[in-house]
């Protein structure tokens, strides 16, 4: 009945972001939601899945579901030599990996260099994404990692399993 | 929630089943005061726990049948019927409060005015007075001014109850009234307080008086409590021991005839019962789960590290691995066991279900278990919870019989109904059998073709275990004449659906006048099921094992033995019938490939049997079902994953969702359903010339028909029929296919055309002439051996199965009303003329 102890006061820990590149893109999700990076991962293809899903993997006896980030994002589908790094996250108690790129550094951003995305952005793309800090040298793109995992039939966010 | 008031609702479900079980006991044995105060202790705890947490109208409900209850147990009252109802109704109640509480966390405002006049009726005030005064009896005086309540709010002296606790089994009691104090009452911060300390101050008495190493200090207690003994000698007694008897305390009091030897020995049983209740603990099935899935992945790397010990020079690695193999074994056993409950779990609550239902029906049922103790996972308990309810509240209703009916039948007036539960071979076996009046087959079946769940032609094909299997169809439900009693306007159905989810089956048999029994054979778990894995694009996928038939394989360059192509349906033939085939490429959405040998795993989903075509067979293994993540569980195909000793993961096929998305679960298109195909081609040699076909025509009549000559055997509505040319016509794979009626062309005198909804057709080929014979019914395929012939050899007759059969010439019967085409190719079939059709052919009703 407990909630277990996820609930880590999001308030000091916002400011964290765990970064990584997508093609052009540098992204971040609150490290928080960051469980861990896997380097290379075997992936069961499930048939008839959203053409987002990669696929399934086995992390430690529970299955995790595979999402591309590149196809969920609308970006151009990788080089075949590239081989993607699972980015592992949980939602709703159930973990999900995200398929990136290159994984960077777990940066600190300030708050006022934050700000949403521009509605000149592709609203497909731009309702995956909470808005970006701008960083000196570039702007770091901040996930919404619900709503990226909102994948399948009918939307499939479902709220949280029983 | 507030976990005080979870675990308060998790502690009272708990008592009050606990509570409703022992009613139904005590009502067979009314004079058992253990039982008695068991009750009364339960009821206590509850209402002193709702008192302390400010629930005022369960503790008042509480109350009530609390004060019933101590007038019983002192035997002022006597139990009766009308008692137990009383009590059992305000259990009820008491329930759907919590109930609330556990939506809301409020008790909301429940009317409990009716129920709590009804038990103080039921306790008269002569006999509510003399219970009044009990309590003082009883417990220490001290204890007197916060049991009536309304002093509670002043702050329990702290000392009472703790002695309270460990002076003698009044304890409890006095532990409960403390906290039933209200808390809205004066100063309610101070008084609650007040209590959470005299509350805990207790339980830790409490609970250092029942791990007290001392035993025999705790038999003296419950002989207080049970009034078998005076406290004074119960002191004595222990004085004695202390001074050195070494007697045991019960001996003690016995031998100085201060306790009788019998409720001494009562006392010692109810102290052994409370010793494994301490010996338990609740764990959260969440963490359970975690458990069993860490014990997975450890297997897996055992498999992993048994592996490498076995490759040759290992560096020692061997004698550990062995023992790690061991361990590991042993700690999924064990892991494994801890989800396990017995299925007395869901069958406690039944007794009371039968007990309400017979009353209100005015029957007399005994309820008898056998194989309480049989464990099954705690999902699985759940799940089989309502059907196993449905079934037992059906079987009061519809099967047994009312005390009158049962003594005209010469059965004893009170009715059986016999659970029982036992394992066997990974799967658990529960019937629930009664000594009724069984099912009347042609009644379910006139029943089911009033409700339209089947036609009546239907129901003539039907055996009699198809008849009374029809209680399994959907919309078939007697419920609703009997409004509340059989359900909710669940089906049977419904209880069908549900045990077929969990991978089980219900199986039923009835005998008319002598009882009905139901089968339900359900797996140990849902978690590790048998499972077939085959591959399939270089992907493994596991099938359940409860779904699988057979499997066959074709090799490439066998000419008989191969998939045929039904009009663009595969089918295979298996052993005469015909056996659609899916390939599991074309559902996974993979390219077709050119296969060496075919291989078919014939499985049933539902009630269909299909044959699935997959690359390669691996292996059967017991396989851990896990669920999928929310992105992916949706998709019809999949019911689960698992992963393989390998750590690669392999979908578990769910084959409901396969057939429906296969479409193999939709009834007759407009062509009709291919019912049996029999030969498709004429050269074939499968089939003996002697196998015959067996039609019916009208209600009695049969006659034969050489299987050989058969094509196929469809099914049409009747509003499929057609007129064209004054002859009856169906359209048939894109043709025109004139039908004849058999039973007037060949001198009967009824007509298929005009009796059924749908029709049975026999379809012919005569060169290029397809005609199908109209029959009512199509009645079996009759193999050689059941055939003896007699009679010459011209004309054909022929006994099967004790009847003469006339078995008919195909040619001669088409060639005498349409003109059969000699040479192969002939016109097409539409430009052929049927002039000289006659009458023969009457005109469909339907078109």
Redesign the interface.
Known sequence: MTKGNQMLDVSTTLNQLCTFRLGPLYLGINVTEVREVLLQADVTTVPHADDVIEGLINLRGQIATCIDLRRRLGIEPREPDMVPIHVVTMTDGEPVTLLVDAVGDVVDVDPDTYETPPTTMDPNTRELILGAYKLDTELLLVLDLDKITSVGPGGGHKGEPS | ?D?II?EFLVESYEGLDQIDQNLIVLEESPDDVGILKEIFRTLHTIKGTCGFLGFSKLERLAHAAENLLSLLRDGELSMSAEIADALLAAVGDIRGILATIEASEEEGDPDIEAIVVRLDALASPDAAKAAEATPTEDAPAGAEPTADGDAGAAAPDAEAPAEAATADGGADEQLAETASADPSAGDAETGAAGEIDGTIGATDADEADDRDDDADARLGDLLVEAGAAGRTDVEIAAAEQSLGDQREIGKILVDDGRAEAKEVEEAAATQQKRSVADSSIRV?VALLDRLM??V??LV?SRNQIIQLASDGDNGGLGPPSQRLNLITSELQEGVMKTRMQPINNVWAKLPRVVRDLSRQLGKNVHVEMIGKETELDRTIIEAIKDPLTHIVRNTVDHGIESPEERAAAGKPEEGLLLLRASHEGGQVNIEISDDGKGMDADRLANLAVEKGVVTPEQVARMSEQEMVNLIFKPGFSTAKQVSNVSGRGVGMDVVKTNVERIGGTVDLKTERGVGTTFKIKIPLTLAIIPALVVSCDN?RYAIPQVNLLELVRLEADDEKNRIEDLHGAPVYRLRGRLLPIVDLRD????ERVERESTNIVVLRADDHTFGLIVDSIEDTEEIVV?????????????AG?T?MGD?????ILDLMGLASEARLLEAGTTEGKTVFDGVTDSHSTVLDDRTLLLLGLGEQDRVAIPLARVERLEEFPSTALERSDRRTVVQYRGKIMPLIDLAPTIGYTNSAFYDNDRISVVVCNFGSLTVGLAVDAILDIVSHAEVLENVSDDFETVVINEQVTDVIDATSVVSSVLPIPIPQDEPPLAATSFDDLDSAVPAPTGA
Request: glycine share 12%; hydrophobic share 40%.
């Open positions: 929630m976990e979870s959260d899935n860490l997975g992945e897996l992907n559902q996974l959405g993979s896990k669920p999928l993540g929310r992105q992916v569980k949706d998709l019809n195909l999949f994953a992963i750590g690669r993961i392999a979908l």
